[in-house]
């Protein structure tokens, strides 16, 4: 059984940081793709990044790239999105995902790739 834990949700101003993490467990995490989306208020989950199993080029949303950073660590199991100079337009509430398998990267935005979600952590920011 596949399960995602996601972490490190809170609040903060605009401007500064937070540093979410993901921790899977019951199937080989070498050999997934993670990926995080996130959801505001009224609006469709969105694509946020996503990184393959082999820690290649990561994957950004162009709303959070220069801002946010996927990096995972197989030794542990997790995978972590740093998020920085935070604006209100990032609030939402963030999921994980995972996908067991390559996805082409014509494709690693779609939600619907990922079968297993965890859910999900709160990010609020505040002006």
């Known amino acids: 059984q596949v399960q995602l834990v996601e972490s490190g949700g809170g609040v903060v101003q605009a401007g500064g940081s937070l540093r979410l993490s993901c921790a899977v467990s019951g199937r080989t995490f070498s050999t997934s793709t993670m990926g995080w989306f996130r959801q505001a208020p009224g609006k469709d989950r969105e694509f946020v990044a996503a990184?393959?199993?082999?820690?290649?080029?990561?994957y950004y949303a162009d709303s959070v790239k220069g801002r946010f950073t996927i990096t995972r660590d197989n030794a542990k199991n997790t995978v972590s999105l740093q998020m920085s100079s935070l604006t209100p337009e990032d609030a939402a509430h963030y999921y994980c995902a995972a996908s067991f398998g390559i996805i082409g990267a014509s494709i690693i935005r779609q939600q619907q790739k990922y079968p297993y979600w965890g859910q999900g952590t709160q990010v609020t920011v505040s002006s």
């Open positions: 990184l393959g199993w082999s820690s290649g080029n990561p």
